[in-house]
Nanobody
């Protein structure tokens, strides 16, 4: 089992930027894809971005494409989500997740992820 701890959330004005980090421990980080999801009040959790185990492939939700960038540093066991041009509708709790399966191509389905962090709040004011 892998442990995930997110950080970097906060309050930002519309148009601003934040960078979320997710530190992993407990298994070989570099063997597993990673993803970011978010959940706004009263809404279901939704996919945001994912990155393959090697970092060579990424995938984004249409709502964040061109504004958010997912990356990873396998030497630091950390995955990042750089969020630019933030909008009020980006307000949510953001969760980091780790793929259940090693060496799999990038996936976006929440069921593919077996470990989740506790979440970090991102609030974008208008």
């Amino acid at each position: 089992q892998v442990q995930l701890v997110e950080s970097g959330g906060g309050l930002v004005q519309a148009g601003g930027s934040l960078r979320l980090s997710c530190a992993a421990s407990g298994r070989t980080f570099s063997h597993y894809g990673m993803g970011w999801f978010r959940q706004a009040p009263g809404k279901e959790r939704e996919f945001v971005a994912a990155i393959s185990w090697s970092g060579g492939s990424t995938y984004y939700a249409d709502s964040v494409k061109g504004r958010f960038t997912i990356s990873r540093d396998n030497g630091k066991n950390t995955v990042y989500l750089q969020m630019n041009s933030l909008k009020p509708e980006d307000t949510a709790v953001y969760y980091c997740a780790a793929d259940r399966t090693r060496f799999r191509t990038v996936v976006a389905e929440s069921g593919a992820f077996g470990s989740w962090g506790q979440g970090t709040q991102v609030t974008v004011s208008s």
